[in-house]
Nanobody, 122 residues
Framework: QVQLVESGGGLVQAGGSLRLSCAASGRTFRSYAMGWFRQAPGKERELVAAIRWSGASTYYSDSLKGRFTVSRDKAKNTVYLQMNSLKPEDTAVYYC???????????????WGQGTQVTVSS
């Protein structure tokens, strides 16, 4: 079993930054891909960013490139999402997810965290 726990969400003004963390525990993650998704009220869940656990490759939503950065710390079994220049439209619940296979658009990972709220005020 895999457990994912997100943290770091909160309220921030437009233009500000937040760093989300996802602490993973349970089975080994050496070959797992990790992803960050978000879901805003009334909207479908969307993939924000993904990273191989090795860190060898990353994926970003085209609309978020340059503002968001995904990274991982193997020693801490933790994946991060650094979010800069936040906009009100970034307001959503952000979820961490893990899967043995690469996470891309259309993927539904096997494991999910409980989500963390990010609210960006204008």
């Amino acid at each position: 079993q895999v457990q994912l726990v997100e943290s770091g969400g909160g309220l921030v003004q437009a233009g500000g930054s937040l760093r989300l963390s996802c602490a993973a525990s349970g089975r080994t993650f050496r070959s797992y891909a990790m992803g960050w998704f978000r879901q805003a009220p009334g909207k479908e869940r969307e993939l924000v960013a993904a990273i191989r656990w090795s860190g060898a490759s990353t994926y970003y939503s085209d609309s978020l490139k340059g503002r968001f950065t995904v990274s991982r710390d193997k020693a801490k079994n933790t994946v991060y999402l650094q979010m800069n220049s936040l906009k009100p439209e970034d307001t959503a619940v952000y979820y961490c997810a893990a899967d043995p296979y690469p996470i891309t658009i259309g993927t539904t990972p096997d494991y999910w965290g409980q989500g963390t709220q990010v609210t960006v005020s204008s």
